[in-house]
Structure formats: structure tokens, C-alpha cells
């Protein structure tokens, strides 16, 4: 799971700046092509790779108006206004996916929803891959105020369950429903097209476990 492609340099090693270009300029999608071909090629067949996840917490949504966690509506819409430009994340991932399949067609290709690999930016795309190979992966940290670093700086420190954070334009209390409705939409999107829950894979989650309350959230 690559942290940067080309036209997206991990943050953390490009001076704290978010790098947009893969997201505004197709032809880092033939560079990223190309790059997984032949990481394809050297890594098919070996015995400790269980999958290709394309790109870690892709973000296109990031410099534009959609917000983080917004309604399922809102990243439904941007998803269809994105057809066709460089922040068409499907259309992205079916490049690199067909690049992959030129030198490997057997290993799995896992692919995160947008804005860092959230389950509601996963649940928004209206159809999935055709291909049975392919994973859908989500990172899940909500809500991240309580359960980052930060929290840790907090004179009172945010308690899980209770916390209350804001979620979809809304403040929520979390507890373990809203943990089941945020991530269950990676799932229900999952069974509304007829894929295997196995399809879904949680590929990050966790909390600081300094956080007195981190097992309880586990």
C-alpha cells in the first residue's frame, strides 16, 4: 500500500502540504499506471502478498467544497460531477486495476473510498468494479477527535461513549450505534450490489491507547 503515487506525495514528506496534482491532472493516472504494473510484476506470485492496496487515503474531495463525513447525498452528487476529470476515483482505479491485470490477474486489488478511505465516501459510488478480485477497504478512526493525539492535550480528555462530535453538518453522540452506522455503510452498500461481506475490509482502525477509554472503543 503505497503512501505516495506520483502526483501525490505523502503529506508527511512534502513539507506538511497536501499534494493535489493526481487529482487535477490525468496524466500522473498513466505515471500511477505504470508504477503498479511494475510493482505488479515484481510482487505476483509471492507468498506474503495478499493484496494491492492502490493507494493509501486517497483524498480528490480534499481541496473541494465537499465536506468530511458529509451526507451520503453530498458525496453521491460530487461522485457524479467528478465523471470524466481527474477526481473520477473509480474511473482512477479501473486504470490502474486493467495496468495491474496486464502482468497480474490472480492477486486482489484492494481499493479505499475517498476522502481517507472513509466507509461513507466508499458506500456513495453507485456501482462497484466488475471484477470479483477487487476489495473495498475502509480506514476508520471516528470520530477522531476523541479518539487522536490531541484528545490526549485535553485538560478533560473526550470520554468514549458520550463524546460529541460533529458528523454530516450535525453534532453526534457516539457510542457503539453511530460506530455501526458509520462503517455498517461500507457494508450496506456492499449487499445492496450482491457482494460478499468478505469484500469489505476494515484496513485501518484504532485509537491513542493512552486514551483511558480506547478498549472500551475497540
Known amino acids: 500500500m503505497p503512501l505516495s503515487l506520483p502526483g501525490a506525495r505523502w503529506r508527511q514528506q512534502n513539507g506538511g502540504r ?13 505515471q500511477a499506471a505504470q508504477l503498479w504494473a511494475a510493482l505488479a510484476n515484481a510482487l ?12 493509501n487515503e486517497p483524498a480528490p474531495e480534499r481541496t473541494q467544497s465537499l465536506a468530511e463525513n458529509a451526507p451520503l447525498g453530498d458525496n453521491r452528487r ?12 473509480p474511473a482512477f482505479y479501473s486504470r490502474v ?4 491485470h496486464q502482468v497480474d490477474a490472480l492477486t486482489p486489488v484492494m481499493v479505499e473510498g475517498g476522502f481517507f478511505a472513509n466507509p461513507r465516501n466508499l458506500a456513495a459510488r453507485q456501482e462497484p468494479i466488475p471484477d470479483e478480485r477487487v476489495l473495498y477497504a475502509f480506514h476508520m478512526y471516528e470520530p477522531y477527535a476523541a479518539t487522536s493525539a490531541p484528545n490526549m492535550q485535553r485538560q478533560e ?17 457516539w457510542d457503539a450505534a ?12 456492499a449487499a445492496s450490489h450482491d457482494l460478499r461481506p468478505t469484500r469489505v475490509v476494515g484496513s485501518e482502525f484504532g485509537c491513542m491507547r493512552s486514551w483511558t477509554d480506547c478498549g472500551t472503543y475497540l
Open 18 to 30: 497536501f499534494d493535489d496534482r493526481l487529482w487535477s491532472d490525468r496524466n500522473y493516472w498513466s
Open 44 to 55: 505476483k506470485g509471492h507468498l506474503a502478498v495478499a493484496a494491492y492496496n492502490i493507494v
Open 78 to 89: 460530487f461522485l457524479a460531477a467528478q465523471v470524466g476529470t481527474a477526481r473520477d476515483l
Open 97 to 100: 486495476i486493467d495496468a495491474i
Open 157 to 173: 480528555p473526550l470520554r468514549y461513549p458520550g463524546a460529541i462530535a460533529e458528523y454530516a453538518g450535525e453534532p453526534l453522540t
Open 178 to 189: 453511530a460506530v455501526e452506522a458509520h462503517i455498517g455503510t461500507a457494508f450496506r452498500w
